[in-house]
């Protein structure tokens, strides 16, 4: 650990980082037979995401920097999807992480974004339901930008993630207190229920029917506000009629 920690520093030879990364990329996907194996790497993990991976997300100009930036970012998203820090442990560094990574969202790598928008998404798989209402409120903002994408790939999997986001939401967020909020949530997501390509429309459908249960009165008005002025009201009426078939209760917590 040492070792790497020198030679990872944003003041070393970039095609040494760059290496490293990628190899320590291919380990820390399979981390309990590699690193891992001996179930001691958990405990330097920490050190290793504050020490070594974040000073390298830190934005610097150049291509070559930025090419770093994007070997980092896929080590990053190995060691949160491989397993090597527990949630635990990432849940105390959140607030280190979190805004590198919603930074990384605005790289001109599409790779990059792409690689910024699964490590988001695995975070929120791993610790969202345990995060603070405020965190939550910094991150569905920058996956909205991702919508407009250039990659399709980049907006399908920015629509995974807000899609996490919102099962992410427990009784810790009171939906009328964060009324604001879910409303620019849902009225974003409804103009994309009128999407060209038809696959985006049906992922937008199903995440806005889970959205439904968090605060169903405001997505039906939100809805109903924009039927009439889509292409074709086809998807809103699923999602309305969705809406009329919940519980009578639905989302009241």
Known sequence: MPLLCCCLQPDRDIEMRMTIFTMLAKLLLDATNTLD???????EAEKFLCDVLLPNLVWRAGRSAAAVRTSALSCLLALLHGGAIAPGQLLCLEEKVSPQVLSALEEDSQMARLLACRSLSTILRLIGASLHPEALNKIYPVLLK???????EVRSVALQALGLWLSSLTKDYPPELYAAHLQLLFQQLLLYLDDPDDSVQ??????????????????????EAVRDKQRSPLYC?????????????AGAD
Do not use: M, N, T, W
């Open 37 to 43: 194996s001996q179930g001691h790497f958990r405990d």
């Open 146 to 152: 991702r919508l407009d994408d250039s990659s399709e």
């Open 202 to 223: 049906g992922q937008v459908l199903e995440i806005l029917k889970k959205g439904s249960s968090v605060h169903p009165s405001l997505l039906q008005r939100e809805a």
């Open 237 to 249: 009426d699923q999602l309305l009629q969705h809406i009329s078939s919940l519980p009578a209760g």
